[in-house]
């Protein structure tokens, strides 16, 4: 294989040999015959290998070979030899004004292409982070309050230490939780699927519950679960949907922050929806949802909040959607929000 800069050498090489025919021809032959604009297709073929000063030294050789042609060759009429020297010149000229038009568009698109990919990389990168900063918010905050609340404990005369240990386990399990989101955030970098399997959705809600209790306590909202046991496993990413369910629940706290404290209600449901989906719902008795247009609070960046990002609601969504499910805003009677989201069961979509 050749390496670029011999391929140029070669192809340099080649284009003398044409010119140096070329001008045998022109010098050698009758003066009606125009073989100057020959000299285009060099120019052309030129165009590839050389630089823009590069192509206009080669067409000023060019057309100096065309006028020391006229002055050599001997045969035909002077007239006819004149005009057709300078059509030659002039095909020339205009080939290589043409060839220059075309490698400094050609080079606009290069630029314009390198520059929309370092566009779409920041974008992406961009979308990432604010997910991972968003996704890890929860836990580390609930690792926050927690750490808070087990100082109180142990500030205590004499100090609970049973309760401190309690809060500690919760440190834990959030810690753990932040590195699993990292650690599938670290997959989907790399190409891994999300792990989707059979698993109780119930269940899940309970741990995420038990990761909420004291963000739900600090808040003084009281919970209530309306858990059918008969639920049969759904299929998907365990984390994920886990995510989705914090999700509404944080939405739920920061809804009712502004009712008094003894309304603060949230209440849980889940269910069989259809003979192959499985429902939950996350309902609270907060403000309610914009009553004009209440589909954009699934709008990315969409947020009513001072310190929201407006994508819990839409990452929710996509996450859903990615497994086959859905998950939509319910009109409720006595004020507040209802969110319903379904999935596949296990063995009764696609998949199974
Ligand atoms: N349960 C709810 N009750 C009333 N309004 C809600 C509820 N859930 C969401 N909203 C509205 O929808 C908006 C978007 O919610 P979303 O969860 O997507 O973002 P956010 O909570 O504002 O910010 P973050 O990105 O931190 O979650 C909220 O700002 C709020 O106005
Ligand atoms: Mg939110």
């Not at 065309?66 to 057709?84: A, E, M």
């Not at 991972?132 to 690792?143: R, S, T």
């Not at 919760?170 to 699993?180: F, P, Q, V």
């Not at 949907?241 to 449901?269: F, H, K, T």
Request: overall charge neutral.
């Amino acid at each position: 294989m050749l390496s670029s800069s011999s391929r140029r050498t070669v192809a340099l090489l080649v284009l003398g040999v044409v010119m140096a025919a070329i001008f045998a021809a022109d010098t050698l032959t009758d003066y009606a015959v125009a073989a100057a604009c020959f000299y285009a297709a060099v120019i052309l073929a030129a165009s590839r290998v050389l630089s823009a000063r590069g192509l206009v030294r080669l067409a000023a050789l060019c057309i100096g070979l065309t006028g020391l042609s006229f002055f050599l060759t001997r045969f035909g009429t002077y007239r006819i030899g004149l005009v057709n020297s300078a059509i030659g010149m002039l095909v020339i000229g205009i080939t290589t004004w043409l060839a220059l038009k075309m490698e400094a568009a050609k080079a606009a698109v290069q630029d314009a292409q390198a520059r929309l990919l370092r566009v779409a990389r920041a974008s992406t990168v961009g979308e990432l982070t604010t997910s991972i900063a968003h996704e890890v918010n929860q836990p580390l905050a609930a690792i926050a309050s927690s750490a808070e609340a087990s100082q109180r404990w142990l500030a205590q005369d004499p100090p609970n230490v049973d309760k401190a240990r309690q809060t500690l386990a919760r440190i834990l399990a959030d810690a753990h939780r932040a590195s699993d989101v990292i650690a599938r955030v670290r997959g989907l970098t790399r190409g891994a699927v999300p792990e989707r399997q059979g698993f109780d959705l119930n269940q899940a809600l309970l741990e995420m519950l038990a990761l909420s209790h004291s963000e739900l306590e600090q808040h003084a909202v009281t919970l209530s679960t309306q858990l059918d046991d008969a639920l049969p496993p759904v299929f998907g990413d365990r984390v994920q949907v886990q995510q989705v369910i914090g999700n509404l629940i944080l939405n739920a706290v920061d809804a009712m922050a502004e009712v008094p404290a003894g309304s603060r209600r949230l209440v849980l449901r889940s269910w069989r929806a259809s003979p192959t989906r499985v429902a939950m719902s996350v309902r609270d008795h907060g403000s309610g949802l914009p009553l004009d247009a209440p589909e954009r609070v699934f709008d990315a960046f969409w947020t009513t909040k001072s310190g929201g990002l407006g994508l819990g609601l839409s990452l929710s969504r996509s996450i859903l959607e990615a497994h086959d499910g859905q998950i939509r805003a319910e009109p409720v009677a006595d004020g507040g929000a209802c969110f319903v989201f379904e999935l596949p069961i296990d063995g009764g979509g696609p998949h199974g």
